[in-house]
């Protein structure tokens, strides 16, 4: 009786998906966009951060808001994990951050070979002796290597928490959706 019933709720919901799919005729497409994935190394400027290592991976993920703040600019949310390796345990950092990005040239520059400057303000958790937040205040430069890939320098500051501040230059190469 059990296998019947879990039999026929299997039939249901594979029957309900297939006609709900069926419903889309507008030729919708579903690939993210807005969207950006970037990866690298931070190099700590606090001595306490330092003692995670010299060097830390840094895994990052943007975020691009439809509508810019300022005038001839991208606004995007990021969100970063600097870390000395994937155990996600102590002596970690993630900075989020509201950004700015101001391209050269303008609104008339070449997609795909623009150089362009970056300012953000967030809050950086930080996870050294205890987990605390701080402010955090980041900018940078970056310049797109193709129509979808990039290279930022970003330089990261905050005031003292966890045991540490968020005081960092990042190295990273991402991947726009």
Same mark, same amino acid.
């Given at each position: ?5 879990? &039999? ?17 005729? *507008? &030729?919708?497409? =579903?690939?993210? *966009? +807005?969207?950006?994935?970037? &990866?690298?190394? *931070? ?14 991976? @840094? ?9 810019? !703040? ?5 606004? =995007?949310?990021? !969100? @970063? =994990? ?5 155990? !996600?345990?102590? +002596? ?10 101001? =391209? ?7 997609? +795909?070979?623009? *150089? ?10 930080? @996870? ?30 905050? @005031?003292?928490?966890?045991? &540490? ?13």
């Amino acid at each position: 009786m059990r296998r019947t019933l879990l &039999g026929a709720a299997l039939v249901a919901a594979l029957g309900v998906s297939a006609v709900a799919s069926a419903q889309d005729r *507008t &030729g919708t497409d =579903y690939t993210p *966009t +807005g969207m950006s994935l970037r &990866g690298g190394v *931070t190099i700590p400027l606090d001595s306490t951060l330092s003692r995670l290592g010299n060097t830390l991976f @840094d895994i990052g993920i943007d975020y691009q808001v439809p509508t810019s !703040f300022l005038r001839n600019s991208e606004t =995007y949310i990021s !969100f @970063d =994990y600097w870390a000395s390796s994937l155990r !996600f345990n102590k +002596g970690s950092v993630i900075p989020i951050a509201i950004n700015q990005r101001f =391209y050269s040239g303008g609104q008339g520059a070449l997609e +795909g070979s623009r *150089t362009y400057l970056f300012v953000g303000l967030g809050a950086a958790f930080i @996870d050294i002796d205890n987990s605390e937040a701080a402010i955090m205040v980041r900018g940078g430069i970056g310049k797109e290597l193709g129509p979808n890939t990039f290279f930022e320098t970003i330089g990261t500051f905050s @005031d003292r928490a966890g045991g &540490g501040r968020a005081n960092a230059v990042a190295f990273n190469i991402g991947y726009r959706f």
